[in-house]
């Protein structure tokens, strides 16, 4: 495969440094700015019309702060800084954004006649009237372009809007849409931009708040509960803002009066949040700088945002109004304003809920194309029929993978989308018996709910870090916080390896039972244990063949083994830190990883670079999956979200966010069309990937969900937790007659039932054994794993 391409960055707005440097980047690798959106338009945004919406928007008359009276020391610098930005507008050939920028100044021609000659300008202003939304701002990805921000002059409370300035092309003004605005500095502006270091009162900070708070909390029910969104982001920016300009005593006051006041799933971010009392914590706190560079996403209405809006300008609240324009991204729809309930589902990551342009880009979920194998029959399946003598021909009909398999999927990916290894004649014989397999697979239900067996390991003093099952379910592998992975045979045959060199010399080549040969009975054993790590092994995965085993550790490695001599055959390093998690590709060749340094990386065993790096998330990327048709790789983060990548490019292509704790498990449905992930909020989120929404919620566990898995024909969904309990859901049910019609899919949301306990089918309690792994056999026979607490 090709060398990754560089994502788009994504559009944010950065606030500049008052010190005139710019803001301290994030570290290496850092996800923060990737792309999980097309990049921005390339049009300077014209005034809106009612049925357009819009970021940062600004009003024609923006809010004024009464008696707003600078020193007199501050009036030539903001007059000789308003001058050098209308100098640039001029060189630059934007006459229209000078002429916007000069008029909300308030400054005639004749007063600026020494620095500029008077621009031409029509009696008709270009904002827009009542009920319209003006913006200003420029998206063009280009290099040199600038947003002067949430600017308040001090020449008799004039205020002046945000503008924007770019250098030559100039870009044509053209129809509005959702405007992000890129963040360079440039070498000829940056004195400019040293100016807009964003100064209110501090002593005002509480008043602004609680005078928002007052007015959300008289609100409507229905505007309520959207309005109340905006109570954390502008809390936490208004705490840093005080905290960035060195005002620490205000700012723990104001910590001190509202931080109870925040949902409670943000709480740990308020620990964190509470630590940060100088400006220097900050600059090294990557989780802050996260937050004040990534725009927090708010979806809402358009009558709460325009009575939101109102009320700020009849309040004149200025420092609100400027954190809503810059550090957030109201994603505005037409319609009813959502319930608490449907907003409640949403909320909850680090960044807000994901923009709807997020989540519609095309997604090919279907099943690749089952290459065709004739299925023989061998004596053992004809012992129960020689009697009735019936023909071999109606064997395989009784096989349903064979069958499906011949119609293509109309929503499945290309065959050729992407190179997949070619299928070995031992990958053909093993296709063959799961075939036979599926033949004899009980048919799950709700009258008819799979046995369980439970796998624990005693003695292991909470050092078992992973586990997972060969897809015949013959071996399982742990890895465990000693640095050791182990491998165990769970059948009768044993685990064996591969003669040495001078042995195998002495083999006939040419016998029938080479194959047999070859392998060292005198090693043979149920257990092997493989050394290599320096640190525990948390992710652990087993190729399709059962030929190669995958490791992942605190080392920042990840180790391919052998199984045929019980041997590394290679250590892959990228990551720079502990890699959380890894899994194979269904058709093998390919693996994912995940790790501390917030990115996952796809590898190819023949490379020991990454072939694409997928980067977006804002936290550590805790657990990954490949999608059945290997097109998409699914990552949960300790951002609360989860992602969808594109194998093919690297895009992001699905954000979701609802979680209210970092996501843990992950598991496709086996057609496909559907996701679930748990995370430490005892939730089990359900996913529609095409569409985008989420379609449930499962309600039921008390602690971290470690595992989920569908059943071989996706009527059951299993999960397990940290709580000792397996729990089993209806699938099937869980899915059905789902809302997913035009209006539904506009505007992102749908309304889940109040209670998920009838799609409970089943708990299952361990005694002391959290469940961290959930494995279906080719029968549908559960397999569960964990190990033994005595606390």
């Known amino acids: 495969m090709a060398a990754l391409p560089e994502e788009p960055a994504e559009a944010v707005t950065v606030k500049p440094d008052p010190d005139g440097g710019a803001p301290p980047p994030p570290p290496p690798q850092s996800p923060a700015n990737s792309a999980s959106a097309p990049p921005p338009s390339s049009t300077a945004a014209a005034p809106l019309t009612d049925g357009e919406a819009a970021v940062g928007t600004t009003d024609s008359k923006p809010p004024v702060v009464p008696n707003a009276q600078p020193a007199a020391s501050q009036l030539p610098t903001d007059r000789q800084t308003l001058l050098a930005v209308l100098q640039f507008l001029r060189r630059s050939n934007l006459r229209e954004s000078e002429e916007i920028l000069r008029r909300e100044a308030r400054l005639l021609s004749d007063e600026v006649a020494a620095d500029l000659s008077p621009s031409a300008s029509g009696g008709q202003a270009t904002h827009g009237g009542e009920g319209q939304e003006p913006t200003l701002g420029v998206a063009a990805p280009g290099p040199g372009e600038v947003l002067l921000s949430s600017v308040t002059f001090g020449q008799a409370g004039a205020a002046v809007a945000p503008a924007a300035v770019t250098a030559p092309p100039a870009v044509p003004l053209g129809p509005a849409g959702k405007v992000g605005v890129l963040m360079e500095d440039q070498p000829d502006v940056s004195a400019v931009l040293s100016a807009y270091n964003q100064q209110g009162d501090p002593a005002l900070y ?243 709910l799979p046995s369980i067996c439970f796998y624990t390991f005693l003695n292991a003093y909470q050092g078992l870090t992973a586990v997972d099952f060969t897809d015949d379910s013959s071996m399982i592998v742990g890895g465990f916080a000693d640095s050791t992975v182990r491998v165990w045979s769970v059948t009768p045959k044993k685990l064996r390896s591969v003669k040495s060199a001078a042995d195998l010399s002495l083999i006939d080549k040419e016998s029938d039972d080479v194959l047999e040969r070859i392998m060292d009975e005198k090693t043979a054993s149920e257990l092997k244990i493989l050394y290599g790590h320096s640190g525990p092994v948390y992710g652990t995965s087993f190729s399709p063949d059962r030929n190669y085993l995958l490791s992942s550790s605190e080392d920042g490695t990840i180790r391919l083994w052998s199984l045929l001599t019980f041997s590394c055959l290679v250590g892959y390093k990228g990551h720079n830190y502990p890699v959380w998690d890894t899994q194979f590709s269904p058709y093998g060749y390919y693996f994912v990883s995940g790790g501390h340094d917030r990115v996952a990386r796809l590898w190819a065993t023949d490379h020991y670079q990454p072939l694409r790096i997928f980067a977006g998330h804002l936290a550590d990327v805790t657990c990954t999956r490949f999608h059945s048709n290997s097109n998409y790789v699914a990552t949960g983060s300790a951002d609360r979200t989860v992602r969808l990548w594109d194998v093919l490019n690297g895009n992001c292509v699905r954000i979701f966010t609802g979680h209210k704790g970092p996501v843990h498990s992950l598991a496709f449905s086996p057609n496909g069309r559907f996701l679930a992930s748990g995370a430490t909020d005892g939730r089990v989120l359900l996913w529609d990937i095409g569409h985008g929404l989420m379609v449930g919620e499962l309600k039921g566990h008390t602690d971290t969900i470690c595992a989920l898995r569908f059943s071989r024909d996706g009527e059951i969904l299993a999960s397990g937790s940290m709580d000792n309990t397996v729990k089993l859901w209806d699938a099937v049910k869980a899915f059905e007659d789902l809302e997913t019609d035009d209006f539904t899919t506009a505007t992102g949301h749908i309304n889940l039932p109040e209670s998920s306990q009838d799609l409970l089918l089943g708990t299952y309690m361990t005694k002391s054994t959290p469940v961290i792994h959930l494995h279906f056999t080719r029968r549908n026979l559960l397999l569960s794993a964990g190990a033994y607490s005595s606390q």
């Open 206 to 448: 509480e008043d602004y708040y609680s005078g928002l708070k007052h007015f959300i909390e008289c609100a409507l029910d229905c505007h309520r509960a959207e309005l109340s969104q905006l109570f954390y982001p502008l809390f936490v920016h208004m705490y840093l803002e005080l905290v960035y300009n060195g005002h620490e005593n205000e700012a723990k006051s104001f910590f001190e009066k509202f931080h109870g006041d925040q949902e409670c799933y943000y709480q740990d971010d308020l620990r964190v949040l509470s630590s940060l009392t100088k400006k220097e914590h900050m600059r090294g706190n990557e989780t802050m700088l996260d937050f004040r560079t990534s725009k927090f996403v708010l979806r809402i209405s358009r009558d709460s945002y325009q009575l939101l809006k109102r009320h700020l300008q009849e309040k004149q609240n200025n420092q609100i109004w400027n954190i809503v324009q810059e550090h957030l991204y109201i994603d505005i729809f037409d319609g009813m304003p959502r319930s608490k309930q449907q907003i409640d589902a949403m909320v909850g990551s680090l960044a807000g809920e994901a923009k709807r342009e997020a989540n519609k880009a095309k997604v090919f979920f279907g099943l690749l194309k089952e290459p065709e194998i004739e299925l023989p029959l061998d004596d053992e399946d004809e012992e129960g029929e020689n009697e009735e003598g019936k023909p071999k021909k109606k064997k395989p009909k009784k096989d349903s993978m064979g069958s499906k398999s011949k119609k293509q999927d109309p929503n499945a990916p290309p065959q050729n989308r992407i190179p997949l290894p070619e299928l070995k004649d031992s990958d053909k014989l093993d296709k063959i018996m799961n075939m036979k397999e599926a033949t004899k697979r009980v048919r799950l239900g709700p009258d008819c």
